[in-house]
């Protein structure tokens, strides 16, 4: 980690200029928080990612329009209902979300971004929603609390709030930057069942924000993966208030721009690294790493194929070190590679020499997977590309939340 | 079907002149059947299609090399050991199981195929192959109970045994094709984590076998999922040594090479929906239909994601209507096709019309998706494509038996 970027206590109302509530409206069966808004004091640069899927929600879809203008003043986003597949009525209902929020903030609607996660083909109750935007409007505020029931009231199963704050400084101001997200389920590149929201006091022009959130999805989030399922609500959003009144950051090469960039990405991996870690019914957190692959396609198919292996995530659920099944993954993922060449280690265990057994302590090995955090090396001495994912382990509780998801 | 295909009692004994055994040589911990021999008494035509895991196993790649005589008169198949990824050892082994079955069958080791399926990585017990191999040879007989037992001993993860046996009418001479299988995890297109050997006494061409056999298996083995993974075992080999002296079959536009190869299709398809309903865990058959694809490549795309879904196969365990689940996966497949267009039925029942929620009535859901079979249908309404694959869905017991498969 770079010395410079420190790790503090703190919640996405950290950054200076940020307000934030959580509620619940009734859209969660159980009662619990399923209504979030952020919001900042003024204007802020905002960009975002979205899912790749053809299929894509209408809060997402709102917010890909109105993140054109590169602008927004708050974010508003529920939880137990993804908004997604019921036509025209889900455009209306988004933008029903963003005009009640702006009303209620004095703002224009498009400078609010829409975000919903939950149970796809289902109308939203608006009934709920109207008086849970009411009521987490007249909540919004800068505590440290605030920001924690913002977090939790974006979550859907997953069983801890997702969240980081850094601090670093720039010009010798400081500069905040912080984090939520949520997982857990139907999570895989690019972009997984993931909704993260980014907030920063950092002075930082609108094409710098973009390339670094860019940049910095591309190493984070878009290297989680829970069961290999793309859904239809992923996002990303990120607003820049300036409020930290730095010297404006506009320059690509410049040490500024590193910096923020390295802090961000340090961030965004703390959430990615959580999100597989409590992905839905995980005991595991697992990261695959591939060296030496000979492009960075090779290297992409390989942990991906990988990290989707049923048969690779629930060894590692029964904590056996089951190394043909790497080795049978990574032979049908696709890439261009010579198994003879193909070393894997589990740890620091090496447990497959240039494609064939290595005899090794079952004990140590054992060991080794009794961990929370398990590290999986396939090094192909190809080339010299190397790559990463974050994945977890197949359990029990993976089929028993999934099977019952809707009810 | 077609009426000239008639489905009836026997085993893999049953074609002319093909004798088997199952015996027990001790590869299985449990101590149940694990070595087979299938031989025919004249020399036969032989074929196969392999697993294109780039990895392979070392008995597979043996056959891959001796087929290429396009001649076999006798298949040895252990199961408890996978012979893959040991190295020099490996295709020594694989090369002493044919040498000592050729010579007490009295041929050439090239006219002996090996095939092999199990844990990967671990050195072929070779005292007890070797042994096996002796006691499978001196019970080789023409029964239908030694074709059953041969049918289990290849059998590992799977719950039953599985086979067919069709006879058809060739120039009035009546033809017998039989076939057995085994699954049933680590298994996707292209070939499963399947064997598969299919013996006839049709008198048919090298070419037109090896025809038939390709037609067939991309309709019916090539159309199955379990989990995804594809192994490094995975091999069909059929044998056919013309004693039923029908007319041979030499002609690729004669009614006789279509009727054989429908019937091999009818015995395959039988043997593929089989794999899939007993898919590791499995409670359920699921057949995945899309209709209407822009190409075959899209078509393909999307069976595949679908299949591979975690999220799906959990919801159908659950017996949830979640139709959300199948347009995700749909929509992250990488197919080309318009998700406004999109109509997703379950069973007879449609759930989601033009990429949006339908009403249906959950009580009418429930009970089509308490089945054993259960039928998803997505009509893309872009081309005229069409395409099918057979799984399962994800249980408790798949991770179960998955999370401790070695130990």
New interface residues.
Partial sequence: MNEDIKLINGSITSPIGFLASGVACGLKKNGNADLAIVSSTNMANACGVFT????KGHSLKRTMRVLKNGKAKAVVINSGN?N????NQGDKDADTMADLTSGLLSCHPDEVLTGSTG?????LPMDKVRSGIADAVSKLDSSEESGHLAEIAIMTTDTVAKEFTIEIHIGGRPVTISGMAKGS??I?PDMATMISVITTDCDIEHSMLQKALSMVTEKTFNRVSV??????CDMVVILANGQAENRTISDLFSNEFFLFTDALEYGCRKLSKDIAGDGEGATKLLEILVKNALTKEDAVKIINSVA????VK??M??Q??????I??????SGAN?N?DHCNIFIGDLQV?A????LPFDESIAKSILSQKEIHITIDLCDGDVDDHIWTCD???D??????????
């Fill in positions: 790749k899927n053809v299929v993804a997604a597949c019921v036509g149970v796809i083909g289902l109308l389920g139907m895989h069961d290999g399922d793309t859904s239809v989707k292996s049923p048969l629930t060894a659920f029964g056996d070190a089951n190394w043909g099944r080795l049978t993954a990574v032979g049908y590679f198994p497959c240039n494609g064939n057994a197949f359990s029990y993976y089929v028993k939340i999934n099977g019952s998801y809707r009810s």
